[in-house]
């Protein structure tokens, strides 16, 4: 079993929608969480990072984590076909880049 | 823009043959990870380089090598392909720095092993 389990999708949806992406955990030493994002034919991008437990917005993106449940969520609001894109989460014991375990990713697609 | 730099960003090569991937990282910063991402195994961390020492290493093949040279540009050498090598190999960056999450992620090197 993968420390980190992330839905592959793909998921498509229609421009203006609500979009929720999930990853689960099974190492409970995880404290920092993040969502990179990755467009088609490039390298990944840090979109949002949070510490432990709770949520943080920007923008139009939400990130929550719920240690209790080892499961963390990235939320878009008011989805653009700009947002179609691979959504990895990646999770960290320490603040330490190199410690980082990605989950597969998700493909989204948002439909104009 | 992320500013980490690779090539080449294509490569065709045969089994048994041998490839060496260039990456340079953003200026300033130190630290050069060097990723493996394929359609089953997502994204895997091969191995981290800090201002040309090795400092971590995960899930790399002894066929793999890499090093980071005084001007901190790092080269990644597979040797004796397979045609399971066939993937998108990352090159990232990042200041080096402890509590941060963020990697600075090349384009991409994606290698087709025939």
């Known amino acids: 079993q993968k420390e980190v389990e992330q839905d592959p999708g793909p998921l498509s949806v229609p421009e203006g929608a609500i979009v929720s992406l999930n990853c689960t955990y099974s190492?409970?030493?995880?404290?920092?969480f993040m969502w990179y994002r990755q467009y088609s034919r490039k390298g990944p991008e840090l979109l949002m990072y949070?510490?432990?437990?709770g949520n943080k917005e920007d923008g139009r993106f939400t990130a929550q984590v719920d240690k209790s449940s080892k499961y963390i969520s990235l939320f878009i609001r008011d989805s653009q076909p700009s947002d179609s894109a691979t959504y990895l989460c990646a999770m960290s014991p320490s603040g330490s880049a190199r410690q980082l375990t990605f989950g597969s990713g998700t493909q989204l697609t948002v439909l104009p | 823009d992320s500013g980490v730099t690779q090539t080449p960003k294509h490569l065709i090569t045969a089994t048994g043959q041998r490839v060496t991937l260039r990456c340079s990282p953003r200026s300033g910063d130190l630290s050069v990870y060097w990723y493996q991402q394929s359609l089953d195994q997502g994204l895997q961390f091969l191995i981290q380089?800090?201002?040309?020492?090795?400092?971590a290493k995960g899930n790399i093949l002894e066929r793999f090598s890499a090093q980071q040279f005084p001007d901190l540009h790092s080269e990644l050498n597979l040797s004796s392909l397979e045609l399971g090598d066939s993937a998108l190999y990352f090159c990232?960056?990042?200041?080096?720095?402890?509590?941060?999450?963020?990697?600075?992620f090349g384009e991409g090197s994606r290698l087709t092993v025939l």
């Open positions: 949070t510490y432990s437990s």
């Open positions: 190492n409970s030493a995880f404290q920092y």
């Open positions: 380089y800090y201002n040309g020492e090795e400092r």
């Open positions: 990232a960056s990042s200041s080096g720095g402890t509590n941060t999450g963020e990697l600075f």
